[in-house]
Each structure stands twice: as C-alpha cells, then as structure tokens.
C-alpha cells in the first residue's frame, strides 16, 4: 500500500516540478504584444511537447500550494516508515 502511496506522490510531485518550469518559461517570453499561442508555439512547445490545452491547465495551477502539500505528505509518508 506504501509504495503505491509512494509512488502517486512522486509522480504527483514530478508533474508539479514540470509545471513550474513550463511556467517559468513562460513568463520569461510572454509579453502584452505577444499572445498565449505565439509564447506556446515558438518557446514551450519544442521543450516541452504539450498541447494547448495542457498549456492552459499549467498556468491555471497553482503549482506552489500544491508542491507544498505534496512535500508534506511525503515527508509525513517516510517518519511513518521510520
């Protein structure tokens, strides 16, 4: 049961670590003039293949809350299995 606990987290936390590095990049390269789509297509996407979509999932995640929570439960996970 731990290690699949173990596992989701980890995965969970991975995906989150992702999303904060999509998301930098696109701070770094969005600007008023130029549109979601453009930053999408010339910056993220021959980094990181994702549509989008999932673009649009990224910048609506607030990925700090959640990676806190994340890091929580793991750190919880392992004094349970000490």
């Keep these: 049961m731990s290690i699949s606990i173990n596992r989701s987290l980890g995965i969970q936390r991975n995906k989150l670590l992702r ?8 701070l770094k ?5 130029i549109p979601t789509t453009v ?5 993220i996407c021959p980094v ?3 549509s989008r979509t999932t673009l649009y999932e990224v910048l ?4 700090t809350s959640e990676l806190k929570k994340v890091e929580d439960a793991i750190n919880n996970q392992t004094k349970l299995l000490l």
């Design 19 to 26: 999303y904060r590095l999509i998301k930098e990049l696109y």
């Design 29 to 33: 390269h969005k600007t008023d003039d």
């Design 39 to 43: 930053v999408w297509r010339k910056y």
């Design 48 to 50: 990181y293949p994702i």
């Design 60 to 63: 609506c995640t607030p990925v």
